[in-house]
């Protein structure tokens, strides 16, 4: 009996064991499989945090456009997160017959890279182009853009009206903030323009001025460019900015003239009046109608010389005098002493009478003729050579020779005594 109750009592200790054991083991197992949980689902939530949320966007998603006509929309990925990724473009819901276009830059595309944590301004170029048909009836249409790739997927949704009489959502300007200016002859004058497309869709312009005088020149350069054009693509609800240059003819006239830069594209003619204000230039010229400013004479007689009296101003100029400065004993006179008038960019010929002094030696001599008014005045200086008669240089050498001869006839008959 006792060797029983002794096997029994080692069973129920060991049965007590067991179940402190199980229960251990239950309840050390709970917080570490709460833990195990815990640290699995940690992961999800920095996957998520890294993700983070891409938009897709366009400033203007409602357009109204007529039938046979095309608009285009910026679209804008934007992404919060640090995970790029390449997604695929895509339109649902188009209607039929019409026809879109996803364009990057100048290109047709169907995919786009998002970068990590893509601002607005850094998203890529981006754009979509819609042409709705001819036979489109007037109605309100919806039209969805696709983004999906990776954890993106995002859909723009596009309304656009279809209105026959809808011509344009407004007029275009075309315009600049200084209109007026003024320079002197030779100035190169720029006008910084701007010109706005507000209808709904692309335009090509193409410009010209009117009204420039002959001999004129107008050119237009586009913004960010060095290369002049005839005409400038401008899209939809965008501007252009346009720098126009007039140059004026050389011999322009001080006064003002009125030009108009015209911007032109199908239904649409802008123009932009402008005006260039020519201010006084006085300026003169006195030379010979050849340019040579050489020429000889001899000594008390007079030699006539043309002279050529230029306005290269572009004012008339009125009351001119001439005046000369000559070696002593030398006489300067003109056939006329004053010029009426010259007009701008024109010339009078005047003959000056330059008599050398009777005493002057052989040599050059240096005269100088002024053309002056109140408002101007013009130095021209003549080189004189003097020089003598071939007849009495003929003259000179022959006495010469005569002295020459007789002095070796005396010294032959006296050298014989």
């Not at 879109?100 to 998203?123: L, W």
């Not at 007037?138 to 723009?156: C, F, H, M, P, W």
């Not at 959502?169 to 320079?183: L, N, P, S, V």
């Not at 020149?217 to 290369?227: E, L, Q």
Request: charged share 20%; proline share 4%; with cysteine.
């Amino acid at each position: 009996m006792k060797k029983t109750a002794g096997m029994l009592r080692k069973r129920v200790v060991r049965s007590v064991f067991g179940l402190l054991a199980a229960g251990l083991l239950t309840v050390t197992a709970m917080p570490m499989q709460a833990a195990a949980d815990e640290e699995e689902a940690q992961p999800k939530m920095i996957t998520e945090a890294e993700t983070g949320k891409v938009t897709f966007s366009t400033d203007y998603p409602g357009v109204t456009v007529k039938p046979g006509g095309t608009s285009t929309f910026t679209l804008y990925i934007t992404n919060t997160g640090s995970e790029e990724a390449t997604v695929e473009l895509g339109a649902e819901d188009l209607p039929e017959g019409w026809e879109g276009r996803f364009k990057g830059s100048s290109n047709e595309i169907s995919m786009v890279h998002v970068g990590a944590y893509q601002t607005k301004e850094d998203s890529p170029s981006l754009s979509y182009s819609l042409t709705v048909p001819e036979d489109t009836k007037e109605d309100t249409y919806t039209v969805s853009l696709s983004a999906k790739g990776g954890n993106i997927d995002e859909v723009l949704a596009l309304t656009v009206k279809v209105d026959a009489e809808e011509k344009k959502i407004g007029a275009g300007k075309f315009t600049t903030d200084y209109a007026q200016q003024e320079g002197v002859a030779g100035t190169k004058f720029s006008y910084t323009t701007t010109l706005t497309n507000n209808s709904g869709e692309n335009m090509t312009y193409s410009l010209s001025a009117e009204g420039a005088p002959e001999g004129w020149n107008v050119t237009f350069t586009p913004s960010g460019t060095t290369t002049t054009t005839s005409s400038v693509p401008v899209d939809a609800g965008a501007s252009s900015t346009i720098k126009a240059a007039v140059v004026p003819a050389q011999n322009v006239t001080a006064g003002e003239y009125p030009i108009t830069f015209v911007a032109a594209c199908a239904g649409e003619t802008l123009e932009l009046p402008v005006t260039v204000r020519i201010t006084g230039t006085y300026s003169l010229t006195t030379t010979t109608p050849t340019g040579n400013l050489s020429a000889s004479a001899y000594a008390g007689e007079p030699k006539d010389i043309v002279l050529s009296i230029q306005n290269t101003g572009n004012i008339d100029l009125t009351a001119i005098s001439l005046k000369a400065q000559a070696s002593t004993n030398w006489e300067v006179t003109f056939d006329q002493d004053t010029i009426n008038s010259i007009p701008a960019g024109g010339n009078v010929e005047v003959t000056a009478h330059i008599t050398p002094a009777k005493d002057a030696i052989l040599g050059d001599y240096v005269t100088v003729i002024t053309a002056f008014n109140d408002a101007v005045s013009s130095d021209c200086a003549l080189r004189i050579s003097v020089q003598n008669h071939t007849g009495w240089g003929i003259a000179a050498v022959a006495i010469v020779a005569f002295l020459v001869l007789g002095l070796v006839q005396i010294i032959r008959k006296f050298g014989r005594r």
